[in-house]
Nanobody, 115 residues
């Protein structure tokens, strides 16, 4: 079992920045990739960014160079740095850990971009 705890969400003005953190615990040795997904009201959950154990990264279409995913293997934590935030980035951001046979989700962190 893997447990994920997200932090760093909140309210930010358009053009601002936020950094989300996701700390993994439990059977972290089984994780081969971690990622961030988001879900806005009335929309499907979508990929924001993902990073593998080999540091391969891929990003969703909405990022357009504004978001950066990184990880700290010692702390078993993955980060999502979000810059130049827009109102359309408002969503619940979920952390996900992939291990053989299943994925684990965090509880979600609300990000609201509004003036």
């Amino acid at each position: 079992q893997v447990q994920l705890v997200e932090s760093g969400g909140g309210l930010v003005q358009p053009g601002g920045s936020l950094r989300l953190s996701c700390a993994a615990s439990g059977s972290t040795f089984s994780i081969y990739a971690m990622g961030w997904y988001r879900q806005a009201p009335g929309k499907q959950r979508e990929l924001v960014a993902r990073i593998t154990s080999g540091d391969y990264t891929n990003y969703g279409d909405s990022d357009k160079g504004r978001f950066t995913i990184s990880r700290d293997n010692v702390k078993n934590t993955v980060y999502l740095q979000m810059n130049s935030l827009k109102p359309e980035d408002t969503a619940v951001y979920y952390c996900k850990a992939d291990s053989p046979g299943r994925g684990y989700w965090g509880q979600g962190a609300q990000v609201t971009v509004s003036s």
